[in-house]
């Protein structure tokens, strides 16, 4: 493994493996750095891998409609093969619900803005197409200590968009696979079971990292993506004095409830609000 990139990329997630792909391929030599034994084995795996556009951030739509794309012609993006197969795209459209809290309004300003298609489903509609769904609204949220936590609303949701790009990736995990393989395909490297523990700096410049068995390895460039670490990342770099938003890392148990191929895709197949009832209730017996 060389001892000096032209980048050093902190993480082989699936934004790590991603930054080193679309780099590699400018020419830049690229050092992904992972203290875990396989590109995406961190967060990324636990990911429900949803490609959506609905942000309130002009900037975050745009990327992420970009981000469209990409998904939908993953093979044509890579240009490589994967020994491991690629990851798929289920391009089964997303709805964001409409609320009091008005967040809607400021996605679909941006939504007209990029350019991305959508529909505006009416209370109606919303009740039509996805016969499953409760429509009731429930907003302002209610603390579960509040003694009306429990109480049935009578207020309707004030619709949906529905965007029909967006959908899940079927293996996070597996995509940044496909992108660390696409990455080398470009020269870049990726070095596993190694931990950052140090961000060297001269004359107020970052000039290469230090590993926890003490190897250093050079470079103009230092990029941290360290998910929930990032912060960390930071002040290995005493980068955290202008930062306004900070992180920490944490584990929160979530709950997975076995739903699929209950006929999710046909929203009209009556089976399927049986089926995920029986399935919750069983749940709940435990
Ligand atoms: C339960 C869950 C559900 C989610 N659902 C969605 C979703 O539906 N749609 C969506 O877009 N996003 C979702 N996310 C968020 C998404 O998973 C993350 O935004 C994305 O995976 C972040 O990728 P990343 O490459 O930035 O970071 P990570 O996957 O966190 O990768 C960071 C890597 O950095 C490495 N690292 C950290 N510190 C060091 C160090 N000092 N030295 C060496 N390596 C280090 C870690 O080992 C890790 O592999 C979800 C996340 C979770 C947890």
Redesign the pocket.
């Known amino acids: 493994m060389a001892k000096r990139a032209d980048a050093i990329i902190?993480?082989?997630?699936?934004?790590?493996?991603?930054i080193a792909f679309e780099l590699a391929k400018r020419g830049y030599k690229t050092l992904n750095?992972?203290?875990?034994p396989a590109?995406?084995?961190?967060?990324?795996?636990?990911?429900?891998?949803?490609?959506?556009a609905h942000y309130s951030s002009r900037e975050g739509v745009a990327m992420?409609y970009e981000g469209f794309f990409y998904w939908k012609d993953w093979a044509d993006y890579l240009g490589v093969e994967d020994e491991s197969g690629l990851a798929k795209y289920m391009n089964c459209g997303t709805l964001l619900l409409e609320s009091q809290t008005g967040h809607h309004e400021k996605v679909l300003k941006h939504y007209r803005d990029v350019g991305v298609e959508y529909e505006e489903w009416s209370p109606e509609q919303l009740k039509e197409r996805m016969p499953i769904f409760d429509t009731h609204a429930f907003y302002p949220p209610k603390r579960p200590d509040d003694p009306h936590f429990w109480d049935q609303s009578e207020d309707e949701l004030m619709g949906a968009i529905y965007t029909p790009g967006s959908g899940?990736v079927n293996d996070?995990q597996l995509a940044?696979h496909n992108l660390q393989r696409a990455a080398e395909a470009h020269g870049g490297e990726f070095l596993f079971r190694?931990?950052?523990?140090e961000i060297r700096r001269a004359d107020g410049r970052v000039v290469g990292v230090t590993?926890?068995d003490g190897l250093e390895i050079d470079a103009p460039v230092v990029i941290n993506?360290?998910?929930?670490?990032?912060d960390?990342?930071n002040e290995?770099a005493g980068a955290t004095g202008d930062m306004n938003v900070r992180t920490k890392p944490l584990r929160?148990e979530?709950r997975m409830f076995d739903v699929v191929g209950c006929g999710i895709q046909n929203p009209r197949n009556d089976d399927f609000s049986v089926r995920h009832l029986d399935v919750l209730e069983n749940q709940r017996r435990g």
């Open positions: 902190i993480g082989a997630g699936v934004i790590g493996a991603a750095i992972d203290k875990l590109s995406g084995y961190g967060p990324t795996s636990n990911s429900c891998a949803i490609v959506r992420a899940y996070p940044s190694a931990t950052v523990a590993l926890s993506v360290a998910g929930p670490h990032l960390i990342v290995m929160h979530v």
